[in-house]
């Protein structure tokens, strides 16, 4: 049980480390208040995508406009025209009337009558400001609404951008004296003949409700805000899109307005002149193109009202939001959503880089975030956006960061001979960098170019160095392809493993279909080397699967990550037996890689050193299956010679070049071999230096010339077939001429 809870929160480290030290950041940003104004503009955008709802008929409100200035002659109504205005209104038997007028001390004619209607309609609230903050912005209450007790506060709150999102339930002024807003005056008017009186929440006295809503009073830390002042009895306010039924101040004195349109309703009396400067910016402001969108204060106490009233009613929800330990789980949760994504998907698109699926997810997580706020905005929750959404994004960039940071030491190890993904594998098992060495089945993959030695000896180290880059380049190439392990170069040789350090279920198959792969190859490398200049070469490959060891050896200051074990030796021999453009695997490699799948052209039993009795090797001719890759058939012009080649040879053991020399005569030739009647009996496999004679002169032609016995001929004793290995280029030219003289074809 403990081993694999180990390995579990090994395998989900990155999202260990990055969720508490993501999640605290933004907390700190959060709590810094250096959030706060993206938090609102995110509410502000969401009250702006809330659907249109209809208009709400309970509400009228008479709006003085600067037409309506223009014909009385000035910006103030006296008290003779208010007084007239009033009494209009209340012949439509409104449920309530609102006057957003300043009327502290008489104006014009009038003051008897204006008093006589403030005195006889008890359903009539004026305005003052409670709080005094500012000495050029006081408002006082009509001495005779003030005495009737029909006074209603018009404080409004602006946040720290200007904007009004908050509405006064009541204000509690510096004296300690408690008044309600206009906006729940108004509302209490209207609701009282509806039965739907204010009392205490039974879950809190200290709450007001009123019908199937309880109003909880606003705090200093809810919802986006970071100590902001909460005082008085505060409520976000959910704006409706529609505008409210408005009429102007003239077609109401001009009796030009349905008997009607008032009865039963809220009416609100006020300023809609720009010229009074009664306005405010709200969510539906824009301050980033154009000129900003303003709302006149009237439609400001509408609102509240109208808000008060429906959330009586159940109709609207009012603006709630979460406590702040859930805030913080909430934005845990995101932050973790993030880190999760990009860590299962780390590796997907290579090291430390954005896959399609960490990206694709990433972005459905956030469509998801913004659409869950949305959605449970409009139940009448705001709840977090901005802060989640910085921990998700910031998850992810932090996972990025980590992972390319871990990257860097083990890119530069292995990046010159692993793919991505086999780096993806080492950095998710860091172990496999210890010093310590694991058992593995790996297929080992030998390469090696025929005659390299001679082509070296002949050209310069700058055209060999030119000629091995060219070579390499294209071989690496492929081999990334097939997912293998480049382990090392070893002069013109290439290593390469295949299930080491990472498993797969097709190791040996990949390998022989990279060797099919490679050789096809060779005819672009000698394009590209004919292009330079450069002479023609070939390649053998051995292939061996067996189980080695992996891992490490050296010391901490130095060590070099390889592979050990028999099986390299052994795929070493059997690629020494092979012949240019030639491929050899064991018969491990075989089954392994599906004996259904490799094409095998040929079988030869060879006894390795150290093998105590022969084994099969096996000529590969290409790979099937889903690769369908095959070398093509050779075609080879062997002609059999009017007159045999006299030849004197050397048998090679090893590395070393033997002293004696032995006759035999070439009877058959082609480019690429010969048939060979020797004095002596040679074993398939045996490797020669041969020697020719210039018919011409009977003198010694000069230039290496290397084969390798393929197969004995059934035809007479000691004739065997011979496969060149090396030819230098005059050799290669005699050899064309002979070939050209004895033009028939066997």
């Given at each position: 049980?403990?081993?694999?809870?180990?390995?579990?929160?090994?395998?989900?480290?990155?999202?260990?480390?990055?969720?508490?030290?993501?999640?605290?950041?933004?907390?700190?940003?959060?709590?810094?208040?250096?959030?706060?104004?993206?938090?609102?503009?995110?509410?502000?955008?969401?009250?702006?995508?809330?659907?249109?709802?209809?208009?709400?008929?309970?509400?009228?409100?008479?709006?003085?406009?600067?037409?309506?200035?223009?014909?009385?002659?000035?910006?103030?109504?006296?008290?003779?025209?208010?007084?007239?205005?009033?009494?209009?209104?209340?012949?439509?038997?409104?449920?309530?009337?609102?006057?957003?007028?300043?009327?502290?001390?008489?104006?014009?004619?009038?003051?008897?009558?204006?008093s006589q209607v403030f005195q006889t309609t008890p359903n009539l609230l004026g305005i003052k400001k409670v709080i005094a903050n500012d000495s050029n912005s006081s408002v006082t209450a009509s001495p005779i609404l003030e005495e009737l007790g029909q006074i209603a506060g018009a404080d409004v709150i602006l946040d720290a951008d200007g904007k009004l999102r908050r509405g006064f339930i009541s204000i509690t002024s510096e004296t300690?004296?408690?008044?309600?807003?206009?906006?729940?005056?108004?509302?209490?008017?209207?609701?009282?003949?509806?039965?739907?009186?204010?009392?205490?929440?039974?879950?809190?006295?200290?709450?007001?409700?009123?019908?199937?809503?309880?109003?909880?009073?606003?705090?200093?830390?809810?919802?986006?805000?970071?100590?902001?002042?909460?005082?008085?009895?505060?409520?976000?306010?959910?704006?409706?899109?529609?505008?409210?039924?408005?009429?102007?101040?003239?077609?109401?004195?001009?009796?030009?307005?349905?008997?009607?349109?008032?009865?039963?309703?809220?009416?609100?009396?006020?300023?809609?002149?720009?010229?009074?400067?009664?306005?405010?910016?709200?969510?539906?402001?824009?301050?980033?193109?154009?000129?900003?969108?303003?709302?006149?204060?009237?439609?400001?106490?509408?609102?509240?009202?109208?808000?008060?009233?429906?959330?009586?009613?159940?109709?609207?929800?009012?603006?709630?939001?979460?406590?702040?330990?859930?805030?913080?789980?909430?934005?845990?949760?995101?932050?973790?959503?993030?880190?999760?994504?990009?860590?299962?998907?780390?590796?997907?698109?290579?090291?430390?880089?954005?896959?399609?699926?960490?990206?694709?997810?990433?972005?459905?997580?956030?469509?998801?975030?913004?659409?869950?706020?949305?959605?449970?905005?409009?139940?009448?929750?705001?709840?977090?956006?901005?802060?989640?959404?910085?921990?998700?994004?910031?998850?992810?960039?932090?996972?990025?960061?980590?992972?390319?940071?871990?990257?860097?030491?083990?890119?530069?190890?292995?990046?010159?001979?692993?793919?991505?993904?086999?780096?993806?594998?080492?950095?998710?098992?860091?172990d496999t960098l210890s010093l310590e060495m694991q058992r593995q089945n790996v297929t080992i993959l030998m390469s090696d170019l025929r005659g390299f030695s001679n082509i070296s000896e002949r050209l310069p180290p700058e055209q060999v160095a030119s000629l091995l880059n060219i070579y390499f380049t294209v071989m690496t190439d492929i081999i990334t392809q097939y997912k293998g392990t480049i382990n090392d170069f070893i002069g013109?040789?290439?290593?390469?493993?295949?299930?080491?350090?990472?498993?797969?279920?097709?190791?040996?198959?990949?390998?022989?279909?990279?060797?099919?792969?490679?050789?096809?190859?060779?005819?672009?490398?000698?394009?590209?080397?004919?292009?330079?200049?450069?002479?023609?070469?070939?390649?053998?490959?051995?292939?061996?699967?067996?189980?080695?060891?992996?891992?490490?050896?050296?010391?901490?200051?130095?060590?070099?990550?390889?592979?050990?074990?028999?099986?390299?030796?052994?795929?070493?021999?059997?690629?020494?037996?092979?012949?240019?453009?030639?491929?050899?695997?064991?018969?491990?490699?075989?089954?392994?890689?599906?004996?259904?799948?490799?094409?095998?052209?040929?079988?030869?039993?060879?006894?390795?050193?150290?093998?105590?009795?022969?084994?099969?090797?096996?000529?590969?001719?290409?790979?099937?299956?889903?690769?369908?890759?095959?070398?093509?058939?050779?075609?080879?012009?062997?002609?059999?010679?009017?007159?045999?080649?006299?030849?004197?040879?050397?048998?090679?053991?090893?590395?070393?070049?033997?002293?004696?020399?032995?006759?035999?005569?070439?009877?058959?030739?082609?480019?690429?071999?010969?048939?060979?009647?020797?004095?002596?009996?040679?074993?398939?496999?045996?490797?020669?230096?041969?020697?020719?004679?210039?018919?011409?002169?009977?003198?010694?032609?000069?230039?290496?010339?290397?084969?390798?016995?393929?197969?004995?001929?059934?035809?007479?004793?000691?004739?065997?077939?011979?496969?060149?290995?090396?030819?230098?280029?005059?050799?290669?030219?005699?050899?064309?001429?002979?070939?050209?003289?004895?033009?028939?074809?066997?």
């Amino acid at each position: 049980m403990l081993p694999k809870l180990k390995k579990f929160f090994w395998t989900w480290r990155g999202v260990w480390v990055t969720v508490p030290t993501v999640t605290g950041f933004v907390l700190l940003l959060r709590w810094l208040g250096f959030l706060q104004l993206f938090e609102l503009a995110a509410f502000d955008q969401l009250i702006r995508l809330c659907p249109p709802e209809s208009l709400d008929s309970r509400l009228v409100i008479i709006g003085i406009t600067e037409t309506d200035i223009k014909q009385l002659g000035k910006a103030t109504l006296s008290d003779a025209e208010l007084a007239q205005l009033l009494t209009k209104i209340k012949q439509q038997q409104p449920r309530a009337i609102g006057l957003d007028i300043v009327r502290d001390q008489p104006e014009g004619t009038g003051q008897e009558q204006l008093s006589q209607v403030f005195q006889t309609t008890p359903n009539l609230l004026g305005i003052k400001k409670v709080i005094a903050n500012d000495s050029n912005s006081s408002v006082t209450a009509s001495p005779i609404l003030e005495e009737l007790g029909q006074i209603a506060g018009a404080d409004v709150i602006l946040d720290a951008d200007g904007k009004l999102r908050r509405g006064f339930i009541s204000i509690t002024s510096e004296t300690g004296d408690t008044l309600p807003s206009l906006g729940l005056g108004l509302a209490q008017l209207y609701l009282e003949p509806a039965g739907i009186l204010p009392e205490g929440s039974p879950q809190n006295p200290e709450h007001l409700q009123l019908g199937q809503a309880v109003f909880i009073p606003w705090e200093a830390h809810d919802g986006g805000y970071i100590r902001t002042d909460a005082g008085g009895y505060q409520m976000m306010i959910n704006y409706r899109h529609s505008p409210f039924k408005t009429i102007s101040l003239s077609a109401v004195l001009a009796n030009q307005v349905p008997a009607d349109l008032m009865r039963d309703r809220i009416v609100l009396i006020g300023y809609t002149a720009p010229s009074k400067k009664d306005e405010f910016l709200t969510p539906y402001s824009s301050i980033l193109i154009g000129n900003p969108q303003t709302t006149y204060g009237i439609f400001i106490h509408a609102q509240i009202a109208s808000q008060i009233i429906s959330a009586a009613f159940g109709e609207r929800p009012l603006i709630k939001t979460w406590t702040e330990p859930i805030e913080w789980l909430w934005i845990v949760l995101w932050s973790f959503i993030g880190a999760t994504i990009r860590w299962r998907w780390r590796y997907a698109g290579g090291v430390a880089k954005f896959s399609f699926p960490s990206i694709s997810f990433t972005l459905l997580a956030g469509g998801s975030l913004l659409g869950i706020c949305y959605l449970t905005f409009l139940q009448g929750w705001w709840i977090p956006l901005v802060p989640p959404a910085i921990a998700l994004v910031g998850s992810v960039i932090a996972i990025t960061s980590y992972l390319a940071y871990q990257a860097a030491d083990i890119r530069s190890f292995f990046s010159r001979y692993l793919t991505d993904e086999v780096v993806a594998n080492l950095l998710e098992t860091p172990d496999t960098l210890s010093l310590e060495m694991q058992r593995q089945n790996v297929t080992i993959l030998m390469s090696d170019l025929r005659g390299f030695s001679n082509i070296s000896e002949r050209l310069p180290p700058e055209q060999v160095a030119s000629l091995l880059n060219i070579y390499f380049t294209v071989m690496t190439d492929i081999i990334t392809q097939y997912k293998g392990t480049i382990n090392d170069f070893i002069g013109d040789a290439i290593l390469v493993f295949f299930g080491a350090p990472t498993q797969q279920q097709d190791d040996a198959e990949r390998a022989v279909a990279c060797a099919v792969a490679m050789q096809l190859a060779m005819s672009t490398v000698n394009d590209q080397l004919k292009q330079s200049g450069l002479p023609k070469i070939k390649m053998g490959i051995g292939i061996n699967t067996g189980e080695v060891v992996v891992g490490n050896i050296g010391s901490q200051k130095r060590a070099k990550w390889t592979v050990i074990g028999s099986p390299i030796n052994l795929a070493s021999r059997i690629e020494s037996y092979t012949v240019g453009d030639q491929i050899l695997i064991s018969e491990e490699t075989w089954k392994e890689a599906g004996t259904e799948h490799v094409k095998i052209i040929h079988e030869k039993l060879v006894q390795p050193k150290g093998f105590h009795q022969p084994i099969p090797i096996y000529e590969v001719g290409g790979m099937g299956g889903k690769y369908n890759l095959y070398l093509p058939e050779a075609d080879e012009l062997i002609v059999s010679l009017k007159e045999e080649i006299l030849i004197e040879f050397t048998v090679i053991s090893g590395k070393d070049i033997g002293e004696q020399r032995f006759q035999g005569r070439i009877f058959q030739l082609s480019l690429n071999g010969a048939a060979l009647r020797s004095e002596i009996p040679l074993e398939p496999l045996t490797s020669i230096q041969i020697y020719f004679f210039n018919p011409s002169n009977s003198e010694k032609t000069r230039g290496d010339f290397y084969a390798r016995v393929s197969e004995s001929l059934k035809t007479e004793t000691n004739n065997v077939w011979l496969q060149f290995t090396v030819i230098a280029p005059e050799i290669e030219d005699l050899l064309k001429n002979w070939i050209t003289a004895n033009q028939i074809r066997v």
